[in-house]
């Protein structure tokens, strides 16, 4: 949203978009500035009610504990950069040409087809969570980083063709009618010049993937032991592990949400644009 | 040698025919426009040619081989798109060597005739720059560099210009006549601007409704136009007909317009009294006099600088005429109209077709 936009309304358009902005900041940002007050306060100021908030309690001692005890928290941060390379890299090799096809190539019910992909995303979780786990244990994949990747992919798979075939529908017929012309084929149409237009949703996606491999909880917690434990188990442990010393975790959970705050403001631009461009047609 | 050869082409999407039975045979060298309104059947008709679509039925030919099955690059095509279609993330230079590249062609001797092609459109000192960098004439340039590097046996021209401003377009015009003359590649070329397709072409198909109404040089196409449709849609400022039954005068045919008579012309084939006709002239063969020809008072004046047409109303309806110069005439001035009975065009009322 741009706000040279906002110019066009009247001022009370203005106040109405701008607190509708100041809210969503609000509720977004609050969570993520509560994490990182509390990560830095002393459990006693950090448990009063209302908390503490004098300089002195402020303290480093949540993150260098988090840190000594950093074989957990290195495992966790290793398992879940695989599970999240793994499930992002592969969904977008398996889901851009799958996009191209139901964006572009004569597929018969292609719109069907979309429609079906896009439905397995609607079973909540627990439902297929049993399923899942027995037919994983049965395979003896249990606690198994790439078994967790896969079944990470199952999810990032469909939003990643849903993301790419809004914006391949969007590019105009004329290019590849070109390239057909030029005598390049539909494999290195795809090649030479669809993708490298589609940097934009191609990020988009693969960012939003990775998130979503790196901050899952649920599938992890049935799928993991102790081996392919992923960060955010790592976190939840901080509760149990140690008689929930909040201050810990949320250290911990700092130190987990920080690459994907930097990924996300490294390539903030092409996001903007890659949804921007996939989402709103023309 | 005839180069293209359309039979009996049709193609349908669905319930909808957007070309209906077009033939059309192009000798090598020449240079056809397809001419009509939007939704006629022109673009159709191009992808077709090229390869884009399917042929439904009927057969294409080019240099008396059947293509209907190959590719486009089979076919040895190359086209202009209306948007250009030039791939936005590559150079200049890239963007017209790209189809080199994709033969296998060795990158020095790409290089070389990159090099070539641009110099003759005047793009060598934008070879580095992206389409985005450049104007939209440039970009067109580098859309027909794109086409010429390949130096293929037709050029095929989607509405080229038509994202152009004026002055632009008039320049392009004269840009790929002059290129057409050169290189004296077979063309087919799709607008559906009028004074474009006069301007450029060695023959204009003009269509309508997925047909080809008339196949002809400009100026057959212009002074002797097969059908009604074909009159009004060419021509500036359009040629205004009015309904009339053809009665038989004093030795000579004549066309009565509610109580005027229109003198026809001596007749090849005499048209029988009685028939329903419209009737019109080109607005250049209607000349104002001051006693001759028939009533009409006069209701628009607009000057455009070599002429100025002056559109009056009469019994028959509304008549344009083109004086040279400037004229000054008051809107509801009473006057007379004169039609050159030699360029007087006699339509068939019920069927459109040309009878005179």
Redesign the interface.
Known sequence: MSFARLQHGGPVRQTVVLAGLAVFVVWSAGPVLWLVLSSLLQQKALIQQPPDLSPANFTLTNFTTVVGAAAALGRGIFNSLVVALFSTAVALALGAPAAYALARLPVPRANGIAFLILATQMLPGIAIAIPLFILISKLGLIDNVLSLGVVYLSFNLPIVIWILRGFFTSI?V??E????????GIF?TFW??VL??SIPPLTAAAVFAFVEAWNEFFFALILTRQHAQTVPLVIAQFAGQYQTVFGQMMAAAVISVTPVIILAILFRNQIIRGFADGMMKG | MTAIELKNVSKTFGTYTACRDVSLAIPEGEFVTLLGASGCGKTTTL?MV???EDVSSGDILMGGRRVNDL???QRD???V?????????MSVARNIG??LK??GMDASEVRKRVEKVAASLELSSMLDRLPSQLSGGQQQRVAIG?ALVREPKIFLFDEPFSNLDASLRMKMRAEVKELHQRLGVTSIFVTHDQEEAMSISDRIAVMNQGRIEQLGTPEEIYSRPATRYVATFIGSPRIELAPGIIEQGEGMAVAKVGSTAIQLAAQARPIEAGRQVEVGARPEYVKLSEDKGVRAVVRLVQPVGPTTHVTLDWEGGTLVSSVPGFVRLAPGTATFAEIDPNHLLVFDRASGERLS
């Open positions: 105009p004329g290019l009618k070109a390239a057909a012309v030029d005598g390049v290195a030479y010049i490298p237009i | 992808n090229a390869g884009l590719s486009p690059v095509v190359a086209m798109f209306q948007n250009y279609a030039l791939y936005p993330h790209f189809t994709m033969r794109r």
